[in-house]
């Protein structure tokens, strides 16, 4: 599972990094993508943040913080590190590694990890998707960077 994991965290850095690279070496920005990147690493400052204790929560988070695409960068970069840090200090089992999350109602519930990496990696891929639509409605040539390209060209285990 803690293999799983880190390569799930591996193609997102890898995917994130391609696109941004690509993107930062455009004359202009298709629309939506100038919010989407810092949106898609808001998701990770968020979730980082409130698993190591900040009082932080989504009601009232700026999911898309005044980033640009440089610094979208260098804190994918940051954060591949942190999670694979974070991952692989995990106890085992992993799956039953939880955490407690206070919702908007008060109500205090206990959160898996597996399920908020699980769902970082998801809604990344998601908004990813989003700017490479972006990017061939502007006529651009989409970056591919889906799993299986990943694992071919990383020989990641």
């Known amino acids: 599972m803690r293999d799983y994991l880190l390569k799930l965290f591996a193609h997102e850095q890898w995917a994130n990094r391609k696109l941004l690279t690509t993107l930062s070496a455009l004359p202009s920005l298709p629309p939506r993508t100038a919010q989407l990147f810092p949106h898609l690493i808001g998701a990770h400052e968020f979730w980082f943040s409130k698993i190591h204790g900040a009082q932080v929560n989504w009601w009232d988070y700026n999911f898309t913080p005044e980033h640009s695409l440089d610094e979208c960068l260098a804190l994918n970069d940051d954060f591949a590190v942190k999670w694979a840090q974070f991952i ?32 970082l ?3 990344s891929i998601h908004h990813r998707a989003q700017i490479i639509a972006d990017m061939r409605a502007a006529g651009l040539e989409p970056v591919p960077q889906d799993w299986l390209i990943f694992c071919r060209e990383t020989q990641h285990p």
Do not use: C, W
Not at 98 to 117: C, H, P, Q, S, W
């Open 88 to 119: 692989s200090a995990l106890p085992d089992p992993l799956a039953a590694q939880t955490f407690a999350v206070t919702l908007k109602n008060g109500e205090r519930v206990d959160m898996r990890y597996i399920d908020i990496f699980t769902q």
């Open 121 to 123: 990696h998801g809604h």
